[in-house]
C-alpha cells in the first residue's frame, strides 16, 4: 500500500515536488498520539469514533480531539500540527496556498451531509418560514445597528427585539452560512452573540424568546422540544423542514452542505497508528454519522474514500471554495472522477 502512496490528483503537483515536501511532518509521534481539531459540527463524529477507538484493545494510539472551528482547524493543520482537520466547507484558496507553502499535502475525505438550521426559541409564534432574503436582511453587514427588529424583516412580525447568536468567525458554518445567504464568505453584520461552540448557541436560543440562530442538524436534533426550526424557503419557492430526508431528496438548498476529514498524507505514510484509526473511522462513519444526527453518505461512497486514503489521492475536488446546491449524488461523481 505504501507504494501507491502520496499519488498528486487534481493539485497540479509532481510527484517529485510532492515527495520533496514530505519533510514537514505534524506534530512529534513519538508518544503515539494523533492530533485532531477544527470544525465544532464534524466535532461529534470524530469525538464518538475517537472515544470507540481509545476503547477498543486494537487501538495502536491514542486520539485527541478538539474544536477551534473549522477555519482554527485548518491553520494548525497546514502548519503541521495536527494529523487530521475536521472540516464543515472545503479547504479554501488561502488554506491551499498556506498548506503548499509549509509542505503539508491532505487527503480531503467526505464523511456525511449536513443541514443548516435556522432555529428560534420554541414561544416563538410568528416565524412559521423565512426566505433566503429575509436572512440576508438579518445578517447583512449594512443590517448591523440598524436591523434590530423583527418587524423590520417581516411588517406582520412582532416590534420585538431581534437577538443573534451564531458562530464565531473560525467557524466553517459561519463561512458556509454568509457566502450562501449574504453572497460573500465570511461577510456578516458582527453584532450578534458569536461562539465556536454549538452548544452555547443553542442554550443562548432556548434562553431568549425573541432569539434566531443557526448551527448544525445534529446539534438541532439533539434539542427539539427546546428549539422550533424554521423552514426556509428555496430557490424554487417551497418552504422546507431542515430534516435528512430533505438533505437527502437535495430539496433543502442552498443550506446543505458536506462534511469532511482532512488527513495530513505525510504523517499517514509514516505513522502506521494513524493510517489504522483513518481506515477504523472509515469504517465506523456511516453508522455514527446517522447515530448522532447527521446524514450519512451512501456506502459507496465509503468505499471511495478507502481507495483515495489507501492510494494516497491529495488534494481538493472544490478548487478551493464552496459549492452551493450539491447533492449527495454529485459529490460521489466528483470523488470518483478524483
Known amino acids: 500500500m505504501l507504494g501507491s502512496w502520496l499519488k498528486p490528483v487534481a493539485t497540479g503537483l509532481s510527484l517529485a515536488t510532492l515527495l520533496a515536501a514530505c519533510a514537514q511532518a505534524p506534530t512529534d509521534n513519538a508518544d503515539n498520539t494523533i492530533e485532531i481539531d477544527g470544525s465544532s459540527t464534524v466535532f461529534p463524529i470524530t469525538q464518538a469514533i475517537a472515544d470507540t477507538y481509545n476503547a477498543s484493545a486494537a487501538q495502536e494510539a491514542d486520539v485527541n480531539v478538539a474544536f477551534s472551528g473549522t477555519t482554527g482547524g485548518f491553520r494548525q493543520f497546514c502548519a503541521g500540527e495536527t494529523d487530521i482537520s475536521d472540516a464543515s466547507r472545503p479547504i479554501n ?14 487527503i480531503e475525505l467526505p464523511i456525511a451531509f449536513d443541514a443548516l438550521v435556522v432555529v428560534v426559541n420554541e414561544a416563538n409564534d410568528w416565524v412559521d418560514e423565512l426566505t433566503l ?17 423583527w418587524r423590520q424583516i417581516r411588517p406582520s412580525f412582532p416590534d420585538r427585539p431581534l437577538t443573534l447568536f451564531g458562530p464565531g468567525e473560525d467557524s466553517g458554518t459561519f463561512d458556509y452560512f454568509t457566502e450562501a445567504i449574504v453572497g460573500e464568505s465570511g461577510l456578516s453584520r458582527r453584532d450578534y452573540v458569536d461562539s465556536e461552540d454549538d452548544t452555547t448557541l443553542v442554550r443562548g436560543v432556548n434562553q431568549d424568546p425573541n432569539a434566531l440562530g443557526y448551527f448544525g442538524l445534529a446539534y438541532y436534533e439533539q434539542n427539539p ?12 419557492g417551497e418552504a422546507i423542514e431542515p430534516s435528512r430526508a430533505m438533505v437527502e431528496a437535495a430539496e433543502y438548498q442552498p443550506l446543505a452542505r458536506p462534511l469532511f476529514i482532512y488527513v495530513n498524507a505525510t504523517a499517514a505514510q509514516q505513522n502506521p ?22 446524514v450519512p453518505l451512501p456506502e459507496e461512497a465509503y468505499h471511495i474514500n478507502r481507495v483515495k ?3 494516497g489521492q491529495v488534494g481538493t475536488v472544490f478548487e478551493g471554495e464552496s459549492q452551493f446546491d450539491l447533492t449527495i449524488a454529485e ?3 466528483r470523488q470518483e472522477e478524483f
Not at 96 to 102: G, L, M, Q
Not at 133 to 149: C, D
Not at 225 to 236: F, G, M, R
Not at 281 to 290: F, R
Open 93 to 106: 484558496k488561502d488554506e491551499i496556498a498556506a498548506c503548499r507553502e509549509a509542505g503539508v499535502r491532505y
Open 133 to 149: 432574503a429575509e436572512l440576508q436582511k438579518m445578517w447583512e453587514p449594512s443590517a448591523e445597528g440598524t436591523v434590530r427588529s
Open 225 to 236: 422540544t427546546e428549539l422550533k426550526a424554521v423552514p426556509i424557503v428555496n430557490p424554487d
Open 273 to 294: 497508528a494513524l493510517r489504522d484509526f483513518v481506515d477504523f473511522y472509515l469504517d465506523e462513519a456511516q453508522n455514527m454519522v446517522a447515530e448522532i444526527g447527521y
Open 309 to 311: 486514503f489507501d492510494t
Open 331 to 333: 459529490l460521489m461523481r
